[in-house]
């Protein structure tokens, strides 16, 4: 059951040859999920071969150019393409305004519904299924440009049953369900057979969390407490943590601060500065605090297995 993450972008507000603006997908057993929508996000699809008429769901973090002005020329190819099923587009509330502003401009209508959901700037569930939740959180960035982290997090699946056991014990049918859920077995005789003799635990539920443009905050470790796969922005490296927090970013040393803070189980740095053409000085200072620390580049898969 496929967990992973494909990065379309890693740069930050000034693209580079190496790098495109910030977007990226997430693929959760045949769940396409896209968070932010930088320019040339549509071209970064076709060239890493992820199919983007299966993305249902797009989650926008702020509006801030690097990170949702791709959004409009994927509208638009989608409809071009003629797609049928709804959209839902999770974002600040402007930015209905913006891409309603921008059809109207270009009289164009889209063929299929977009449905816009409004974050908020407090702990909020977004999206739930049988397979996984979805959820959003405030970080600490410009006031006119409040941003959101999002955590995604498997559901527990229930326990797989031990067929030759159960059929042993002559456990009825109609039973089976509860002890997928944990319960043990009492035979008509009485005697207890313990859940763990008749089932096996099942893989442990993953979680991945996007973190990007934000000042450093400890306390921003709370919303991911335990996360498999964490991504954090460093924007800069140490050296400049003063224009870091100038500009309401965070440093490589930051992101790894709040890996630890969380527990989490990996740690990958993105949103690179232009400044850096090679971004290892960045995963060398994290990586002194969170040694399980990757760089993102444009393309790279992170599978969770």
Do not use: W
């Not at 955590?151 to 049918?173: Q, W």
């Not at 991945?208 to 306390?219: G, S």
């Not at 527990?263 to 740095?269: I, K, S, W, Y």
């Amino acid at each position: 059951m496929k967990f992973e993450l494909t990065i379309l972008g890693c740069g930050s507000a000034v693209p580079t040859l190496q790098r495109n603006a910030a977007a990226q997908v997430l693929h959760v057993q045949e769940r396409h999920f896209l968070v932010d929508c930088g320019e040339g996000t549509q071209q970064q699809l076709r060239r890493f071969k992820i199919p983007y008429n299966k993305i249902n769901h797009i989650f926008i973090s702020h509006l801030h150019g690097d990170h949702f002005f791709g959004l409009i020329g994927l509208l638009s190819s989608l409809s071009l393409q003629n797609r049928r099923a709804g959209l839902h587009v999770y974002a600040d509330k402007r930015l209905q305004e913006i891409i309603e502003f921008q059809l109207r401009t270009m009289g164009c209508r889209l063929v299929y519904p977009v449905h816009f959901h409004h974050l908020g700037r407090e702990v909020q569930l977004l999206y739930e299924d049988k397979v996984l939740t979805v959820h959003a959180f405030p970080l600490k960035h410009r006031p006119e440009a409040p941003a959101c982290g999002f955590l995604f997090a498997e559901r527990p699946r229930e326990r797989h049953i031990l067929r030759e056991m159960t059929d042993a014990y002559a456990v009825p049918v109609a039973f089976m369900h509860r002890l997928k859920r944990g319960e043990d077995f009492v035979t008509p005789e009485g005697e207890v057979i313990a859940n763990e003799r008749l089932t096996k635990a099942p893989p442990l539920p993953r979680s991945y969390a996007y973190m990007t443009d934000t000042l450093f905050c400890p306390a921003h470790a709370e919303y991911v407490k335990g996360v498999h796969l964490l991504y954090h922005e460093a924007t800069y490296g140490d050296e400049f943590a003063r224009l870091a927090r100038e500009t309401f970013h965070s440093t490589a040393g930051e992101a790894a601060r709040v890996a630890q803070l969380a527990g989490a189980g990996r740690l990958l740095l993105g949103h690179f500065s232009s400044r850096y053409p090679d971004p290892a000085p960045l995963l060398e200072q994290a990586s002194l605090l969170f040694p399980n620390t990757s760089l993102c580049e444009d393309g790279a898969v992170f599978t969770l297995p």
